[in-house]
């Protein structure tokens, strides 16, 4: 009987290993739930999400922030031994929106430390000009690779964040509507949708033409984001 019930015990933690497992994945985001990780603590899962969230409800019209890949979470979990990139992080949150603006010093953060985690957390904010921002610092981060000198095994690293950091957009493209109604916000949401284009054309080495002139909003066509999905795709799949 002992040696029954043993079994059923050790069987009944390997469903529960295989299920958490499972459940590492993306859910629907308009939720919005989070993936529940292997290596990631729920208790940090639900700091980033507090940390990030609209929680006064000051923009209900833009979309929620799409939730980060495992992979993303893993790093910034593992970012925030360091106190600055821990403090700069909880800056992010809305208890500081009466710091005029409270962001920016995590902006100077960034471009002085080059920052890829701490920009990837910033693409995650509820508020739009703060996903923007992050989007910026993704992009300025891997524009300026060819200037950082590195060994063979740091630039493995580095490849394998490049494609941690294309799967989430694409999934953000995937789970975010492209355009929205209004005027200013709309503006500010092409604006959005533009540099997730421009982002992952820099990570991908391709070009995908978006507006001419960046201060005329401009849409890009449903049919054209389509087809730079495929090609993003394809690159994560060489």
């Given at each position: 009987m002992g040696r029954h019930t043993t079994l059923l015990l050790v069987y009944g933690l390997l469903c529960i290993s295989h299920t958490r497992a499972q459940k590492a994945v993306y859910f629907p985001v308009r939720g919005v739930t989070w993936p529940?990780?292997?290596?990631?603590?729920?208790?940090?899962?639900?700091?980033?999400?507090?940390?990030?969230a609209d929680s006064a409800k000051m923009f209900p019209e833009y979309p929620e922030p799409v939730p980060f890949t495992c992979d993303l979470l893993k790093g910034l979990q593992d970012a925030m031994a360091d106190d600055s990139i821990r403090y700069h992080f909880e800056h992010l949150s809305q208890r500081y929106w009466r710091t005029d603006p409270h962001y920016r010093s995590v902006e100077r953060y960034i471009d002085r430390h080059l920052d890829l985690h701490l920009a990837i957390a910033a693409t995650g904010h509820y508020f739009c000009d703060?996903?923007?921002?992050?989007?910026?610092?993704?992009?300025?981060?891997?524009?300026?690779?060819?200037?950082?000198?590195?060994?063979?095994?740091?630039?493995?690293?580095?490849?394998?964040?490049?494609?941690?950091?294309?799967?989430?957009?694409?999934?953000?493209?995937?789970?975010?509507?492209?355009?929205?109604?209004?005027?200013?916000?709309?503006?500010?949401?092409?604006?959005?949708?533009?540099?997730?284009?421009?982002?992952?054309?820099?990570?991908?080495?391709?070009?995908?033409?978006?507006?001419?002139?960046?201060?005329?909003?401009?849409?890009?066509?449903?049919?054209?984001?389509?087809?730079?999905?495929?090609?993003?795709?394809?690159?994560?799949?060489?």
């Open positions: 529940v990780c292997e290596n990631v603590s729920d208790g940090f899962v639900q700091q980033v999400r507090q940390v990030l703060v996903r923007i921002m992050g989007l910026k610092k993704l992009h300025d981060h891997r524009r300026m690779r060819p200037l950082v000198c590195a060994t063979t095994e740091h630039y493995v690293q580095l490849e394998k964040q490049d494609r941690q950091v294309v799967r989430y957009l694409i999934h953000v493209l995937e789970n975010t509507p492209w355009s929205i109604p209004g005027s200013e916000n709309a503006t500010i949401h092409d604006v959005y949708i533009n540099e997730i284009v421009r982002t992952l054309d820099l990570f991908t080495g391709q070009f995908h033409p978006g507006p001419k002139d960046a201060r005329v909003r401009s849409t890009i066509p449903d049919a054209d984001l389509q087809a730079a999905l495929k090609d993003w795709r394809k690159w994560l799949d060489e």
